[in-house]
């Protein structure tokens, strides 16, 4: 079965830095990869997704991921924030087995401060 | 505009009580999906449905109950089984017909106990 890390908990940033925040998968199939944003009493919002094809994934709001097969990994990063990216980030894979069934990480979230 | 719509947004339960969380979508979507997220733990998958009159568990279904009788419609049941409901409930829908689409997600429904 696929499992997800997010190894942060927490991220601190200051408004205008740039940001990563770290995701890593195990599956034994191949996989697709999703990040979703979360804000406070909200619902999860679909920033970008890893199908296939490039590795380099742009999304929403200035967001780009980067898969990487050997490591395992599917980073998130964002060259300049905003304080409104103040935020919680889920990673999340799903098999390539003919459904969807996402398993998600335990969040990471971003604290922009002035 | 298409979309997942979750009442009420806010709900209290009292001991011994079961209530119901509704979620009804738009987007014609077969598949639907109810999520349980606590603190630090992500979302944990608790039912999911992929058509009509069909539903599996999921990783903690124990102590909740559903119900497909519509293709827009998933209630969740929170029965007095369930020890410890207080949770931050996501209700969820996509394509089911392939792994690499996306789930898109309701606002959610924070219950709470009286």
């Known amino acids: 079965a696929q499992s997800v890390t997010q190894l942060d908990s927490q991220v601190p940033v200051f408004e205008e830095a740039p940001v990563e925040l770290r995701c890593n998968y195990s599956?034994?199939?191949?996989?697709?990869l999703f990040w979703y944003v979360q804000y406070p009493n909200q619902g999860l919002q679909l920033l970008l997704k890893y199908l296939s094809g490039s590795t380099l994934v742009k999304g929403i709001n200035g967001f780009e991921a980067e898969f990487n097969k050997s490591q395992t990994s599917f980073h998130l990063r964002k060259p300049s924030v905003h304080i409104s990216d103040t935020a919680e980030y889920f990673c999340a894979v799903s098999e390539d087995t003919g459904f969807q069934k996402l398993v998600f990480g335990t969040g990471t979230r971003l604290l922009v401060s002035p | 505009d298409g979309g997942i719509t979750q009442s009420p947004k806010y709900l209290f339960r009292k001991e011994g009580q079961n209530v119901t969380l509704s979620c009804e979508q738009n987007?014609?979507?077969?598949?639907m999906y109810w999520y349980r997220q606590d603190p630090g733990q992500g979302l944990r998958l608790i039912y999911y449905s992929q058509i009509v009159n069909d539903f599996q568990k999921g990783d903690i279904a124990e102590g909740y109950s559903v119900s497909r009788e519509k293709k827009e419609s998933f209630p969740l049941t929170v029965t007095s089984a369930q020890k410890n409901p207080t949770a931050f409930y996501l209700c969820?829908?996509?394509?089911?017909?392939?792994?690499?689409?996306?789930?898109?997600f309701g606002d959610g429904t924070r219950l709470s106990i009286l």
């Open positions: 969820a829908s996509s394509r089911p017909d392939s792994s690499n689409q996306p789930q898109h």
């Open positions: 987007l014609n979507h077969d598949a």
């Open positions: 599956s034994s199939v191949s996989v697709y």
